[in-house]
């Protein structure tokens, strides 16, 4: 077995060559998605991992794993469009480069501080039970951006979309990597 970081820098590489080349080919025409927007994509690739997982079959030729790396790169999207909420509505390949490393840079950090505390639990969970924390927290995002930002004890938005990109990297790992399922 890998070290974690090894396995997570895997992916990550993996997901941010695939966020560049989209980024060519469409330029940043996401940006013009409200956030509420983006929690809808990802719940929507959500959902279908947890159908195909729960039938055990699926009729459209993208797997499991592309939907876990668009979660990642949605996800990060989400965390771009906090930081950058009213300015720039486009930028170069290199600006979006670089900003989707400042994301995944922090999103790192908290996942290396989290696994030193729960001791990399996380290995020994399903994917199908990761992939439903991937939806709960959706639902939760939902709820504040419902209520307009607005909670009382919990965090906001961006540890949610952080999270998830931890878990589905998680369930990347779980299954080999990048392998179709």
């Known amino acids: 077995m890998k070290p974690t970081e090894t396995e997570y820098e895997e992916i ?22 409200r956030l509420p927007s983006i929690t809808d994509q990802i719940f929507i690739k959500a959902q279908r991992i947890r159908t195909i997982q729960d039938k055990g079959s699926q009729k459209v030729e993208d797997g499991i794993t592309e939907e876990f790396v668009g979660i990642i790169n949605y996800c990060v999207m989400a965390l771009i ?4 909420q009213g300015r ?27 696994n030193h505390d729960y001791g990399e639990a996380w290995r020994d969970m399903r994917v199908s039970s990761m992939t439903d924390i ?11 951006e419902d209520n307009e930002g607005v909670t009382l004890v919990s965090e906001g938005v961006k540890s949610g979309y ?20």
């Open 12 to 33: 990550l590489a993996y997901c941010r060559d695939l966020f560049a080349k989209k980024n060519q080919d469409y330029g940043t025409s996401w940006r013009i998605l």
């Open 81 to 84: 469009q906090i930081s950058w």
């Open 88 to 114: 720039n509505s486009e930028f170069d390949l290199d600006k979006i480069t670089e900003l989707y490393e400042e994301q995944i840079q922090e999103v790192k950090v908290l996942l290396f501080s989290k």
């Open 134 to 144: 991937i939806l709960m927290k959706l639902l939760r995002i939902k709820q504040i």
């Open 162 to 181: 952080q999270d998830m990109i931890n878990y589905a990297v998680f369930c990347l790992i779980k299954s080999n990597g990048l392998q179709t399922n």
